[in-house]
């Protein structure tokens, strides 16, 4: 996939996580508990991800994970903390600063696994100018949640 598709399909992909917030939070209302909400909202992409995997894969390759090192098993637990973390405070500071601050937290993490390239990726040095537009995302933070 060409590198200008990736960026496209990424920047596609994080427009449909603030309205994936406030369907959770509806989802929140209407059963009346966080985690529920959070349950339906795996069920559906599960549901989801089984149809495309039906279409798109040639062949279930379900089991081949159990040979994957450990750490490439708490994907579905950081998507479950991430989706439940919305659930309970994005409505409370918006979709925004909760995105943004999110955001600040995936920039950090990102640049450490990066830099030391950890869990399997590729080493990509933190430069000054890397380190500035991770600085530039936490001044973001700070500025998008002030009321002035």
């Given at each position: 996939?060409?590198?200008?598709?990736?960026?496209?399909?990424?920047?596609?992909?994080?427009?449909?996580?603030?309205l994936q917030h406030s369907?959770?939070?509806?989802?929140?209302?209407?059963?009346?508990?966080?985690?529920?909400?959070?349950?339906v909202n795996f069920c559906v992409?599960?549901?989801?991800?089984?149809?495309?995997?039906?279409?798109?894969?040639?062949?279930?390759?379900?089991?081949?994970?159990?040979?994957?090192?450990?750490?490439?098993?708490?994907?579905?637990?950081?998507?479950?903390?991430?989706?439940?973390?919305?659930?309970?405070?994005?409505?409370?500071?918006?979709?925004?600063?909760?995105?943004?601050?999110?955001?600040?937290?995936?920039?950090?993490?990102?640049?450490?696994?990066?830099?030391?390239?950890?869990?399997?990726?590729?080493?990509?040095?933190?430069?000054?100018?890397?380190?500035?537009?991770?600085?530039?995302?936490?001044?973001?933070?700070?500025?998008?949640?002030?009321?002035?």
């Amino acid at each position: 996939m060409p590198h200008a598709i990736s960026l496209l399909l990424a920047f596609a992909a994080g427009c449909l996580i603030p309205l994936q917030h406030s369907a959770n939070a509806m989802l929140r209302k209407h059963l009346n508990h966080p985690v529920h909400a959070a349950a339906v909202n795996f069920c559906v992409g599960l549901a989801v991800l089984l149809l495309a995997s039906f279409f798109l894969a040639r062949a279930w390759k379900a089991p081949l994970a159990a040979s994957a090192p450990w750490w490439a098993w708490v994907g579905g637990l950081c998507g479950a903390a991430f989706v439940l973390s919305a659930v309970l405070t994005a409505q409370k500071v918006g979709p925004l600063t909760f995105l943004i601050a999110a955001l600040a937290g995936q920039v950090l993490v990102a640049a450490i696994i990066d830099h030391f390239g950890l869990l399997a990726n590729a080493t990509r040095l933190i430069t000054p100018t890397r380190a500035l537009g991770i600085a530039l995302i936490f001044v973001g933070v700070v500025l998008v949640q002030r009321k002035v």
